[in-house]
């Protein structure tokens, strides 16, 4: 069988149409990720703030910086919270959480 140079352009071509199809797929599964993770955050947000509203106390500003600074207080609360496993567990064991012991710790105890 003889290659030709019509050939090696059309399976070029295939190739690049291959690729830039996995090129779109992997765009649009990102894209899909990404909003599922914001709506994630969405939801965790709202409901850390209807169960704790004193953090509708801070502010967002108009830099990552700023918010930085603004936000000290509940990342600084949420740190302390999660240091404390044996406190962590017990809150889930209270709230009837056992089941999400792994996911929400990250501790794998």
Do not use: W, Y
Not at 19 to 38: I, M, P, W, Y
Not at 47 to 61: G, R
Request: aromatic share 6%; hydrophobic share 35%; net charge neutral.
């Amino acid at each position: 069988m003889r290659v030709t140079n019509t050939d090696i352009i059309n399976d070029f071509e295939t190739l690049e149409q291959l690729e830039h199809r996995k090129q779109l797929q992997d765009s649009k599964k990102r894209k899909a990720e990404k909003k599922n993770d914001e709506r994630r955050i969405f939801i965790v947000g709202k409901i850390l703030l209807d169960v704790f509203p004193e953090f509708l106390n801070l502010h967002p500003q108009k830099s990552a910086e700023e918010n930085e600074v603004e936000f000290i207080p509940l990342k600084d609360f949420l740190s302390a919270l999660a240091a404390d496993k044996s406190l962590v567990r017990c809150l889930k064991a209270k709230a009837g959480m056992s089941s999400l012991e792994n996911s929400i710790s990250g501790d794998g105890k």
